[in-house]
């Protein structure tokens, strides 16, 4: 389970030089030839990760992938970013809500659907992760987000 920050980095001839990009791949120091600057388009960050979080993949599927369970990538707006958010604080400050608020799920892969101490862990682990990516998506030119997962 991933969450993704994508960033458009495309230079264009019509740009000014304090619009431009520079981007500079290298592997122990050395430039790769194989990868060309100028056809790098957007940069992709892997800003969440997930193991078996089954109550975090249910919610991002009921509120950002229509439902569909399809291992699609689906934008995530920060609207629901902090939607999904605030849903863990609760969580975390009255752990016997989870079960209405944030109800496991279960399924292919999916781990235990019990609300114990890995369910817990995964809300504070996942509010650390929103936490940052609404912090970041406050600077200027910051890129979209989006989910997927893959069994």
């Known amino acids: 389970m991933y969450l993704n920050k ?3 980095v495309q230079n264009w001839n019509h740009q000014s030089p304090e619009e431009k990009h520079k981007i500079v791949i290298k592997l122990g120091g050395e430039i790769r030839k194989d990868i060309k600057p100028n056809r790098i388009s957007e940069i992709v960050e892997q800003v969440g990760y997930w193991r078996k979080s089954n109550q975090i993949h249910h919610w991002f599927v009921e509120n950002c992938q229509g439902g569909r369970d399809e291992c699609q990538e689906s934008y995530v707006s920060v609207d629901q970013l902090k939607e999904l958010l605030d849903i863990c604080e609760q969580v975390k400050t009255n752990p016997e809500r989870g079960g ?7 399924g292919f892969f999916f781990g235990s659907t019990e609300i114990d101490e890995y369910y817990i862990q995964d809300i504070k682990d996942t509010i ?3 936490k940052q990516c ?3 998506s406050l600077e200027p030119k910051c890129g979209s987000f989006y989910y997927q997962a893959s069994w």
């Open 128 to 130: 650390k992760i929103l």
């Open 6 to 8: 994508k960033t458009y």
């Open 134 to 136: 609404i912090k970041e």
């Open 100 to 106: 209405e608020l944030l109800a496991p799920s279960s």
